[in-house]
């Protein structure tokens, strides 16, 4: 069974420092995929990784991927508080268009 | 594009009662995929369609929960009886091969 572990869950910070968000998961798997919820609202696509050593920059954040590791991290750079979101990484269950196992999500609130 | 489209957006119904969701996939999209989101138990996919095709249902709760798709710009989700522990946030999602899956609104299930 595929697990996909987040840390940490819960993240406070201050507006202009960074920070990284972890994302284990536990088979092989060469798709991985960074989302963002807010409250209430449904969960947007924020990365695909598709390969080993990936890397996928968008503004203030950067994905990567290491599927020998089988980790991957979303780092923050000089946080604003308009990134403060839930964000979840999932793994595609198999190859191909297959479902997806989400990690239990970051809870990020940014101060100013 | 208008994005894959769900309805009803909240749903409140009484135990015992059946209940349907409704989706439209993004069109040209040949995946679709049904989440459930609670507190408890996250984000958890319950099962997912390949050209119309129904590949793994294996995150069907239980026999109370049934998915068609009976074209490939719609499908539905029922629940018959709903039970309160039904109570949940369903997602529906939509992807085109291997690409990353676009999330509905959701539906905000409430059974009492």
Known sequence: ELKVEQNPLFLSMQEGKNYTIYCNYSTTSDRLYWYRQDPGKSLESLFVLLSNGAVKQEGRLMASLDTKARLSTLHITAAVHDLSATYFCAVDNGGGADGLTFGKGTHLIIQP | ?112
């Open chain 2, 1 to 112: 594009d208008a994005g894959v489209i769900q309805s009803p957006r909240h749903e409140v119904t009484e135990m015992g009662q059946e209940v349907t969701l409704r989706c439209k996939p993004i069109s040209g999209h040949n995946s679709l995929f049904w989440y459930r989101q609670t507190m408890m138990r996250g984000l958890e996919l319950l099962i997912y369609f390949n050209n119309n095709v129904p590949i793994d249902d294996s995150g069907m709760p239980e026999d109370r929960f049934s998915a068609k798709m009976p074209n490939a710009s719609f499908s539905t989700l029922k629940i018959q009886p709903s039970e309160p522990r039904d109570s949940a946030v369903y997602f529906c999602a939509s992807s085109s091969g291997t690409r990353e899956q676009y999330f509905g609104p959701g539906t905000r299930l409430t059974v009492t």
